[in-house]
């Protein structure tokens, strides 16, 4: 019983821990100094004519003059709402890798995240259930627990593999790479086999009953030891690197599609010009220590003339 309260226990400090880390992170990556500006185009919230060929409002006479201050809703609805739609885009069907998918994990990383995406859904589900007492998603729970673990466990072994045996990228992939692509199967593998102890999934809905109503129900081992792996990873997930999906928005928003007129003593400028400020703390050829990035900036070059 102390095993069955300490799951209980889990389940609810590693939510608490997630969002505290997450928002954390976020925090500490927001307020991070300003990184260098892409521009690749074409960028989402520019006119649909523009976006088909990769154009920009700077293509306009005197365009800088035409800026103007836009609503909250209008930003909205012409920044915000395509970008988010992208990134959506992206995080569901991952486009970008598809399109470069030079060495065939595409199809298993799709289903890796697919199987993320279901697992963490499936929880969400047990949660509803056990509020609302539904037989409906009760019956619903087994199989989709069962299509969760399976998709997630191709994707995880797919991309172990072809890490493992595609020397280029064995070179590029790290010991906790591996790591988490085998945490996750074995959630995955853990969840099946709770799942085929107890395919009417009683035994998983009584836990997370339990665990709502801080009232510990016996549930068998295979049981518990799904919802402890899938609670660490859950703790495990904001310190990782697997929070990646989190920093798309800064990637894509402030990175890729950052296109904004920076005017003169606007808050972007200010901050460029702290930033230029700051003292460079290492040395290369073109590089000298010590001086500040404007001054780096303003050094004369090995022609003899400005960098």
């Known amino acids: 019983m102390v095993l069955h309260w300490f799951a209980i226990i889990a ?12 928002v954390y992170r976020v925090v500490k990556i927001s307020s991070m100094p300003l990184g260098l500006r892409w521009e690749v185009y074409p960028i989402p919230h520019e006119a649909q004519d523009r976006r088909e060929y990769g154009g920009s409002y700077m293509e306009d006479v005197d365009w800088p003059k035409k800026q103007e201050r836009r609503s909250f809703w209008a930003e ?6 395509p970008e988010a739609i992208e990134i959506g ?30 697992f963490v859904l499936w929880t969400l589900l047990l949660i509803v259930q056990s509020l609302t007492r539904s037989a409906v998603l009760a019956a619903v729970a087994g199989p989709w627990l069962v299509v969760a673990c399976a998709l997630g466990l191709v994707g995880a072994a797919g991309l172990i593999v072809r890490r493992a045996t595609t020397p280029d990228l064995a070179r590029y992939t790290a010991p906790i790479d591996y790591f988490n692509l085998a945490f996750l199967a074995t959630i995955f593998v853990v969840g099946l086999i709770s799942w085929a102890g107890d395919p009417a999934l009683a035994g998983h809905r009584a836990y997370m009953a339990g665990a709502l109503t801080f009232q510990p129900a016996a549930v068998p ?18 310190f990782s690197k697997l929070l990646h999906y989190v920093i798309k928005y800064f990637l894509y928003h402030q990175g890729l599609w950052d296109d904004a007129f920076k005017t003169k003593g606007s808050a972007v400028d200010q901050q460029v010009i702290r930033q230029l400020g700051y003292r ?27 960098k």
């Open 11 to 22: 389940a609810w400090a590693s939510v608490v821990i997630f969002f505290a880390a997450a």
């Open 76 to 81: 909205v609805v012409e920044f915000l709402a």
């Open 89 to 118: 885009t992206e995080i569901l069907t991952m486009k970008k890798v598809r399109a470069h998918n030079r060495y065939g994990i595409w199809a298993f990383s799709t289903l890796l995240h697919w199987g993320i995406y279901l």
């Open 221 to 238: 081992g295979a049981v518990l030891m799904t919802f402890l792996l899938f609670w660490a990873f859950v703790v495990y997930m904001p």
């Open 280 to 306: 460079v703390k290492w040395q290369a050829p073109h590089i000298a220590a010590g001086k500040t990035w404007l001054e780096e900036a303003q050094m004369t070059g090995p022609e003899g003339g400005k």
